[in-house]
């Protein structure tokens, strides 16, 4: 197990476990954490090795209770702001990421929380978790793509609903409007989680990542222009899979 300020990071055969560690304060998402969060991700990104990537939370109240707004809402200007960002642009190093992320979610998952969960591929759930953003009631806007991303997972009126009136989404609602893939019990969550990353990692590590690459790209695309996208990579696929049986 690597050991960082705010997360717990360890590598178990093909599947890697980042764990948000600050239970004292709900696992809130801070500027360390950003910054550990990024490094990580880069190593998984270099790591051939590394087939599934779960995501969890420590303690027993939440997988992240949102944005450490003291920290936040303190930047020291918006040019520096920009140029750290570029530097560790965490948001776009979780969206490019190959490798297959799953989110494995209890208790609370708010604001920075939901948006980190929703730049995981898939999303389990226990039974006591609850969604929200609560950004607005705060005086500012989501600012890690939320406001993007919630409405990709679970459509326009259920979105602004959760947006503009604050209103929190519990497990049920969350598994009938797509936002999580499955429900579990609360002692059952990292046995699930872990379950799906073996699955993943069983297969060809190549295909794994050109179908979440097609499905992940394509929703950017025309219908023609991912049709297009998707025989590229069945083409790859076929001349890597002749080369092998060649050799």
């Known amino acids: 197990m690597t050991c960082f300020e705010t997360i717990l990071y360890e590598r178990a055969d093909a599947i ?43 303690g027993e109240k939440a997988f992240c209770g949102g944005a450490d707004l003291s ?23 979780l969206r490019s990421l190959q490798q297959p992320l799953i989110a494995a979610l209890h208790g609370y998952v708010l604001g920075s ?21 609560p950004e607005i009631g705060l005086g500012i806007l989501p600012g890690a793509g939320g406001t993007q991303t919630v409405p990709r997972a679970i459509g326009l009126s259920r979105s602004l609903d959760m ?8 497990a049920t609602e969350a598994l009938s409007a797509g936002l999580v893939n499955r429900v579990v019990p609360r002692d059952a969550l990292i046995a699930a989680a872990l379950g799906v990353a073996r699955r993943i990692a069983s297969f060809d590590p190549m295909i794994v990542c050109d179908a979440k690459r097609a499905v992940r790209e394509g929703l950017d ?15 790859r696929a076929r001349r ?8």
């Open 240 to 247: 890597t899979t002749g080369s092998s049986r060649t050799n």
């Open 71 to 93: 920290e936040f809402l303190t930047a020291p200007s918006v040019i520096e702001a920009r140029r750290i960002r570029a530097l560790r642009d965490l948001w776009g190093a």
């Open 221 to 235: 695309l025309s219908l023609e222009q991912g049709l297009k996208l998707e025989q590229r990579l069945v083409a």
């Open 113 to 133: 929380g939901m948006e980190i969960a929703l730049f995981c591929d898939l999303r389990i759930a226990s039974e006591d978790v609850v969604f929200g953003l």
């Open 16 to 58: 890697a476990w980042i764990t948000l560690n600050r239970p004292a304060v709900l696992n809130a998402y801070s500027v360390r954490m950003r910054d550990e969060l990024h490094e990580i991700v880069q190593a998984i990104r270099d790591d051939d090795e590394v087939r599934a990537v779960v995501v969890k939370g420590a």
């Open 163 to 170: 947006l503009l009136t604050n209103r929190r989404m519990d």
